[in-house]
């Protein structure tokens, strides 16, 4: 594929995108050309999602998202943006699979229910009868060259999985096999996430990815160790309530154990992100979410190999070195090892 970006560049470049930077505006020109010399084309579906993460694609700023779909990504079917419905864009969907098969990647929003044969899940009509979401999942993805699966309910199950999943609802992965499958975990991704993900696709190939198959160029850093909070954590000073100045994780908090790079990339066009807007890190591209007690704080964090402790043993820890007047990032660290120990780690710690 013709570009003048090498992929080291274009990793770098995704992995230290900040605000400041307009990712997908940098990258327009390089995929427009790879889209002008015939480059996959895309197919997007949705199964049991909000359309959240449609909704934030839609948010890409730099260029508009009309310049994104048209030129930079070869979008052939989307359920929600396209004119066409029914079951003429069902025919087209199909068409573009058959014509580019093992040449097109499915981007897939939405966990797949698999309850009484997929029938919680309904997409269109073929020879009179039901065709469910696992279905197409399963025959589009078959014939796809990788699935991009986009926002937590396909990555992971998400919220539709969450017990008691009267549904059955599944991760892709779980439900077609034999395919590369791409996890873009977040609820919702940001829209670099999706847009740096199908770009390197498109140019490189599929990305390197960790254990989780999360692309590492986006999910490689821990929130805790870029949150401006920081700071109020490692002198153990703690928000009781929501509004206080201090560290968040006495409110739920789950930045020490998830991956993302939302505290400097920020969502909204560069404008804001989880913890600077008051809330919480509620740990939305981890595989546990939303199963856990979003607004509790966690009983137990990762310090390094090996070892949990409980929250109240870190609090302890830092309070009291606080007090005796250790500064406050050697407070942190000696005490967490940097807390934000890599989810390898964490996985290691379990089989230990
Ligand atoms: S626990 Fe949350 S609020 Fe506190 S420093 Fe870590 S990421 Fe920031
Ligand atoms: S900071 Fe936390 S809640 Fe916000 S996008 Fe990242 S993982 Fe999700």
Redesign the pocket.
């Known amino acids: 594929m013709p570009t003048k970006l090498s992929r080291r560049d274009f990793v770098r470049l995704c992995a230290g995108s900040a605000a400041a930077i307009s990712m997908t505006g940098f990258l327009a020109p390089y995929m427009s050309e790879a889209v002008a010399a015939g480059a996959p084309p895309v197919i997007w579906i949705q199964g049991a999602s909000c359309t959240g993460c449609s909704i934030s694609l839609l948010n890409t700023v730099h260029p508009d998202i009309k310049k994104v779909l048209t030129e930079v990504i070869s979008l052939r079917y989307h359920p929600n943006i396209m004119a066409a419905a029914g079951d003429l864009a069902m025919q087209e969907m199909f068409k573009v699979a058959e014509e580019n098969k093992g040449n097109f990647f499915l981007v897939v929003e939405g966990a797949v229910p698999t309850g009484a044969d997929g029938l919680y899940c309904t997409v269109g009509e073929e020879d009179g009868h039901h065709i469910t979401f696992e279905k197409l999942v399963t025959t589009i993805g078959k014939k796809s060259k990788a699935i991009l699966s986009f926002g937590t309910c396909s990555a992971f199950g998400g919220i539709p999985a969450t017990p008691p999943n009267p549904t059955n609802c599944k991760a892709v992965d779980q439900v077609v096999k034999d395919v590369p499958v791409i996890n873009v975990p977040g609820c919702p991704p940001h829209p670099d996430w999706m847009v740096g993900t199908i770009a390197h696709v498109l140019l490189y190939g599929i990305p390197e990815m960790d254990t989780f198959g999360r692309p590492k160029m986006f999910f490689s850093n821990i929130?805790?160790d870029n949150?401006e909070?920081?700071q109020?954590?490692d002198n153990g000073i703690f928000a009781k309530t929501f509004g206080e100045p201090g560290?968040?994780?006495e409110l739920g908090?789950k930045?020490?154990i998830a991956h993302c790079d939302a505290s400097t990339r920020l969502f909204n066009g560069g404008v804001n992100w989880c913890?600077k807007s008051g809330g919480?890190?509620i740990g939305c591209t981890e595989p546990q979410f939303p199963a856990w007690p979003m607004y509790e704080r966690m009983a137990e964090m990762p310090v390094g190999p090996a070892t949990t402790v409980t929250v109240d043993q870190v609090g302890i820890v830092l309070g009291g070195l606080a007090v005796a007047g250790i500064g406050g990032h050697l407070v942190g660290n000696i005490a967490t090892g940097r807390i934000g120990s890599k989810k390898e780690d964490v996985e290691k710690e379990g089989d230990s």
Do not use: D, E, S, T
Request: net charge positive; with cysteine; aromatic share 12%.
């Open positions: 929130i805790h949150c909070r920081r109020y954590f560290c968040m994780l908090c930045g020490p913890v919480v890190c």
